[in-house]
C-alpha cells in the first residue's frame, strides 16, 4: 500500500508560480509512474502532468504545456509540479497518483483509470 500526501497549495495572483509536491510513504513508487490530476467545482477530473518512473520521460496536457514542470527526486520518494504563469483556470484541487503497473508512461497514462493510489489533494487558488 502506498500513501500519498501533497502540500505546496496556496493562493497565489495571476503570473505567480507555486510547486506542488507528492511524498510517498509505505510501499516505494520510485518505480512507476506518477500523475498529477487536478479538479475544479463542477468540473470532472483532468489530467496535468505524467512522469515515468526514472524521471526522464514526462507527458503534458496542452493547457498546462510549457508552464507547468512535472520531475521526481527518488530518493526522497517525492514527485514535484513547478507551476509558473499561472492563470485563474488553473484554480483546482490538484492531486497525485501512481500507478503501480506501468513504469513508463502510455496514453491510459493521460486517465484516472489506471492509478491505484491517490493523494488527498491540495487546492490551488489563483486570484485575477
Known amino acids: 500500500q502506498v500513501q500519498l500526501v501533497e502540500s505546496g497549495g496556496g493562493l497565489v495572483q495571476a503570473g505567480g508560480s507555486l510547486r506542488l509536491s507528492c511524498a510517498a510513504s509505505g510501499r516505494t513508487f520510485s518505480s512507476y509512474v506518477v500523475g498529477w490530476f487536478r479538479q475544479a467545482p463542477g468540473k470532472e477530473r483532468e489530467f496535468v502532468a505524467a512522469?515515468?518512473?526514472?524521471?526522464?520521460?514526462?507527458y503534458y496536457a496542452d493547457s498546462v504545456k510549457g508552464r507547468f514542470t512535472i520531475s521526481r527526486d527518488n530518493a526522497k520518494n517525492t514527485v514535484y509540479l513547478q507551476m509558473n504563469s499561472l492563470k485563474p483556470e488553473d484554480t483546482a484541487v490538484y492531486s497525485c497518483a501512481v500507478d503501480l503497473s506501468r513504469m513508463a508512461i502510455t496514453t491510459a497514462s493521460m486517465t484516472p483509470r489506471p492509478y491505484d493510489y491517490w493523494g488527498q489533494g491540495t487546492q490551488v487558488t489563483v486570484s485575477s
Open positions: 512522469i515515468n518512473w526514472r524521471g526522464d520521460n514526462t
